[in-house]
């Protein structure tokens, strides 16, 4: 089974400070997601990459930035966190068009609090 | 683009029969239906998925309406291990690379003891 592996549960943070999340795949997957979800706003579209050094803009991107050096590796970060950004962060991993189904595997979730 | 709509919530008792609803009227022909859940405290996860013909699996059965403009996902014995966020997700974006989630609501599942 693929295996989607986020760094941290729980994070609390200082306004202002420099965040990372990270997320993990194991299953060679091109294509990896960070979602975050608020209550009542379900799952909104921050980042997504298509390959190894490949980024492309969410819904939400203002405020964050994001990573991806190694295929398997894809970082969410928080430049200056605010606390508008307290929410729970949902990264994903997908397969690729071409093969029969190409669906999601998230991660646990990081509920992050800036504080 | 397909447009979704499924109820804000519902209620089962443990081991009845569970009906979710899930409208999808402006879905093409060739879009796959995805069905999503999320237990308290996780990330979404993978129910069934399916294109035309109702489909089965370990987890839960979906049926297809001949026009595609709805489906329902029946889960045969609720338990309440099965209370959860449960997405309807026709693909309402495509990008280069493959299907595009984009996740509503949901319907939330209590699940009676």
């Known amino acids: 089974d693929v295996k989607v592996t986020q760094s941290s549960r729980y994070l609390v943070k200082r306004t202002g400070e420099k965040v990372f999340l990270e997320c993990v795949q194991d299953?060679?997957?091109?294509?990896m997601f960070w979602y975050r979800q608020d209550p009542g706003l379900g799952l909104r579209l921050i980042y997504f990459?298509?390959?190894?050094?490949?980024?492309e803009k969410g819904d939400i991107p203002e405020g964050y930035s994001v990573s991806r050096e190694k295929k398997e590796r894809f970082s969410l970060i928080l430049e200056s966190a605010s606390t508008n950004q307290t929410s729970m962060y949902l990264c994903?991993?997908?397969?690729?068009?071409?093969?029969?189904?190409?669906?999601?595997?998230f991660g646990s979730g990081t509920r992050l609090t800036v504080v | 683009d397909a447009k979704t709509t499924q109820p804000n919530s519902m209620e089962s008792n443990e081991e009845e029969p569970v009906h979710l609803p899930c409208n999808h009227s402006t879905i093409s022909g060739t879009d796959y239906i995805h069905w999503y859940r999320q237990l308290p405290s996780q990330g979404p996860e993978y129910v069934i998925h399916?294109?035309?013909s109702n489909v089965n699996n370990r987890m839960a059965s979906l049926a297809i309406a001949e026009d595609r403009k709805s489906s329902t996902l029946i889960l045969h014995r609720a338990t309440l291990r099965d209370a959860a966020v449960y997405y309807c997700i026709p693909p309402e974006r495509w990008d280069n690379y493959g299907q595009n989630f984009v996740f509503g609501p949901g319907t939330r599942l209590s699940v009676l003891p």
């Open positions: 990459s298509y390959d190894v050094k490949m980024k």
């Open positions: 399916g294109l035309t």
């Open positions: 299953m060679d997957h091109e294509n």
């Open positions: 994903a991993s997908r397969v690729t068009l071409g093969t029969a189904f190409y669906g999601y595997t």
